[in-house]
């Protein structure tokens, strides 16, 4: 059941133009940030028409440099996936399952094939694939911007085979990072059967995580208090998205002041939350959509 | 014995204090084409819903092909094919693609998209985007899908909404073949028409209760009348006939007697009419249509819950 409902889900999702505009999105948004991080580092080291910038401390250029080269970049891709890319992923997720409330379809499916909890892994895996997918060409439009900057600007030019092979550990952990929201964003579409209430309540939730990674500076006030902010997802999401930087050269603390390495959870503890976070929405989604009724008055 | 196709028991659905479907005894007999009636708002699309496991009942139990759908509702349906209130598909996928959806969800040989497209008439446009269809096309893409999985049950709510007459003529046509294959269909329709040319039996829900249910020629047969054409004052044929214990009810409609009487006794009616000196130029039976029956007991459940 699991597999034959995966394959209509897989159909849906890979046929379906929101994807792939999103994707499209994405990989603007990307580009955009590369080309005017390439920009400001063409300024500093005054590749440009000699003009020259000093907005930068020597290290900050350095770390530049590094995400705009190989194998720097991988982690800076994946660093992005996890900031507008988690946002288009609440998205996408919002309309594979509100649409299916929305356009009726669901009642069609699920008359057909009634395993609701097979419907929301096999949507859930649908997902997690188009992600890893997006992620790939990510990775492969990042390396082409990647290489197009570092012969322009004289940058290292070298792929190690050891650099590749992280690449499916740095994979792992940005989906990793995504999947407590994806399945968030599940629940409250099963919740509010609708992808409105999918993507309101995904985006909310990603807010406040957000605005309460912001409570980490009161870890300053003692070991306690900061062992239960480290219980929140957002410093273990930081700590996976830190991780993954590191694991390509990269240290994200240069370039964002505010992150302080040294409160961060333990990468185990990271992982651990993360999943505990991710199980739970995704019980209650499972809960919500084989509870609640798909037609009819709610 | 085979057990019935559908067959529900107390079956009851309520929204806080609204009864949407109130404890529903149904019995569907395998083979049959069995219509199911009511006015808007009557709980037929809740009973549907939970026959198809997609609304929980708040009480009460539904079989489907002997199965308990809330209990086993892969094989309580596996073998069901439903269309459920109005056609609903991915816009942006081709009717094709669409089927090909459902036949991946639900295991199916893809091969039975072709027979079920040809089936309903819409292999020429099968390949084109769903977002573009009429409405007729959407219907028949919708019985198409119903007949994916081969079914031994099928479940129609409105099959011909928006099809013209010729397409409204085809889908009979094809329901009727599909009930002569030994298939079961459960037919909910507002064409009470289209439910006297095709069903057996029909079950009539008001307010989420049953309030008539029956073979479709006895219910009518109940509900015939006598139609007499009288030259003249028509008023002492009137008073006499009132004074009928048998006859139930005596109106004027366009200068004759429309009387509400056993037709078996029009020979007998006609008797004291003579006797009486009052000579009928006419007396016809009139058959009562399911449109009529269907507004009689409608309005009559109306007037007792005043």
């Known amino acids: ?298 | 014995m085979p057990t019935p196709a559908i067959e529900t028991t107390e079956l009851t659905r309520r929204y806080g204090a609204r009864v949407a479907v109130d404890a529903l005894n149904l019995r569907v007999e395998r083979g049959e084409i069995f219509g199911f009636l009511g006015p808007n708002g009557a709980g037929k699309t809740t009973t549907i819903a939970m026959l198809l496991n997609l609304v929980r009942p708040s009480h009460g139990q539904a079989l489907v092909l002997g199965c308990d759908v809330q209990r086993e509702p892969a094989r309580a349906l596996a073998h069901v094919g439903a269309m459920i209130e109005a056609p609903a598909f991915y816009p942006y996928l081709s009717g094709y693609d669409n089927l090909r959806v459902l036949c991946k969800a639900g295991g199916l040989p893809e091969p039975r998209i072709e027979q079920t497209l040809a089936a309903v008439e819409l292999r020429k446009r099968a390949h084109d985007k769903v977002q573009v269809y009429s409405q007729g096309m959407r219907q028949r893409l919708a019985l198409a899908a119903a007949l994916l999985p081969d079914p031994e049950l099928i479940i129609l709510d409105e099959p011909t909404n928006g099809l013209d007459p010729a397409g409204t003529a085809e889908i009979r046509g094809l329901i009727r073949d599909l009930a002569a294959g030994g298939r079961t269909i459960f037919l909910c329709s507002h064409m009470l028409h289209e439910v006297e040319q095709l069903c057996e039996r029909v079950a009539i829900l008001k307010q989420g209760r049953l309030i008539a249910e029956g073979r479709v020629a006895d219910l009518l047969h109940h509900h015939q009348g006598l139609r007499l054409r009288i030259e003249g004052d028509l008023a002492p044929a009137e008073a006499l006939l009132r004074s009928l214990p048998w006859v139930q009810a005596v109106s004027q409609v366009h200068g004759q007697l429309m009387v509400d009487a056993p037709p078996e006794r029009a020979a007998e009616l006609n008797g004291h009419l003579a006797r009486a000196g009052i000579l009928v130029a006419e007396l016809t039976i009139q058959a009562a249509s399911l449109e009529d029956f269907f507004l009689e007991v409608t309005a009559e459940e109306e007037r007792k819950n005043r």
């Not at chain 1, 993507?199 to 009161?218: P, T």
């Not at chain 1, 239960?228 to 050269?249: A, E, K, S, Y």
């Not at chain 1, 964002?256 to 992982?271: V, W």
Request: aromatic letters at 8%; a positive charge.
């Open chain 1, 1 to 298: 059941m699991l597999r034959n409902l995966f394959a209509a889900e897989w159909l849906k999702l890979y046929r379906r133009p929101l994807a792939w505009g999103l994707l499209a999105i994405f990989l603007g948004l990307m580009l955009l940030s590369q080309g005017l991080w390439a920009l400001v580092l063409a300024l500093h080291i005054g590749a440009v028409g000699g003009l020259e910038l000093q907005a930068l401390a020597p290290a900050q250029v350095e770390q530049l440099k590094l995400q705009l080269s190989f194998p720097g970049v991988f982690g800076a891709v994946l660093g992005q996936l996890n900031g507008t890319g988690g946002i288009l992923a609440i998205i996408l997720a919002a309309g594979a399952l509100g649409s299916d409330y929305s356009w009726g379809t669901m009642r069609t499916l699920l008359a057909r094939a009634p395993a609701r909890g097979s419907y929301l892994a096999a949507k859930t895996l649908a997902l997690l694939l188009a992600l890893l997918l997006a992620t790939l060409i990510a990775l492969l439009v990042g390396s082409l911007v990647a290489f197009i900057v570092s012969v322009w600007l004289d940058l290292p030019l070298r792929i190690r085979f050891s650099d590749l092979a992280l690449l499916p550990l740095g994979i792992a952990r940005a989906l990793l990072v995504i999947l407590p929201y994806l399945l968030a964003t599940l629940a409250c579409a099963a919740w509010g059967r609708s992808a409105l209430a999918g993507m309101g309540g995904g985006l909310i939730f990603l807010a406040l995580d957000v605005g309460a990674g912001s409570l980490s500076s009161l870890g300053l006030v003692n070991e306690l208090v900061l062992f239960m902010i480290n219980l929140l997802l957002q410093p273990n999401i930081t700590t996976l998205v830190v991780l993954n930087g590191q694991l390509f050269g990269l240290d994200p603390s240069l370039l964002t002041s505010a992150l302080d390495l040294a409160y961060l959870p333990s990468p185990l503890q990271a992982i651990f939350v993360v999943l505990i976070y991710s199980s739970s929405f995704g019980y209650v989604a499972w809960r919500t959509l084989a509870r609640r009724d798909v037609s009819g008055q709610q």
